[in-house]
C-alpha cells in the first residue's frame, strides 16, 4: 500500500512537471528581436504605462481610421477624376498645455497614409508658399510665374479638449474643404480621453 502511494505520488509529480514544462513553453513567444532592443524600441502601436497624455498609437489610430473614412467618400470614389487635395495646419484650440503637443503630427499621419493608400483617386499637392520658398532656394532660374497643379481641397483639422482632475478628452475634427465652392465635402471626427 505505502508502494503504491509512493508510486501514485511520483506520477503526479511527474505529470505536473511536465505540464509546468509545456506551459513554459507555450508561454515563451519567440521573436526575432533581442529583449533588449524590444525595451528600447517599442511599438508605435502600443501604450506606454509610463507615459501619460496622448501617445504615438493615438497618433496612428487616428490616421488610420481618418483616411478610412475620407478614402471612402461617395463622392471621391464616383469622381472621374483624381482629386487634388492640399495640407493645411491643424488649428489647436487646446486649454491644458501641460503635454506640448504639436498636432500637426496627426495630420502628417493621415497626409502619409491617404498618399500610400489613396494612389490613383488623391494627389496630394505641396502648400504654395512653401512650394514657392523651395523653388527659390533649391532651383537655378525661378520663372516668374512658376506654374502650379491648383488643389481643389484642403485637408484640415481642430483639436479641442476638455481638461478633467485625471483625465483630458480630446476631440480632433478633420475636414476636406471644396476650394472652388466652400462647401465641406467630407469631415471625420476622432475621439480619445487620456489619463493626465
Known sequence: MFKQLAMKRLSWFAVAGLAG????SAGCEHSDKPHDYGQARPSVDDLDYR?????????????????AS?????????STKQWVVVLDTMEDHTRDHMFMTDFDIFLQALKARVAE???GRVTLVLNRDKLY?????????NPAAPSRLQPDFALTGVVRDMPRQGTIYYLMDFKLANLHTGIEQWSKSFEVKVAR
Open 21 to 24: 514544462f509545456l506551459g513554459l
Open 51 to 67: 507615459d501619460a497624455g496622448l501617445q504615438s498609437r493615438d497618433v496612428n489610430d487616428a490616421a488610420n481610421r481618418v483616411a
Open 117 to 119: 493608400q489613396g494612389r
Open 70 to 78: 475620407l478614402l471612402a467618400t461617395p463622392e471621391l470614389n464616383a
Open 133 to 141: 520658398h523651395l523653388r527659390e532656394k533649391e532651383l537655378d532660374s
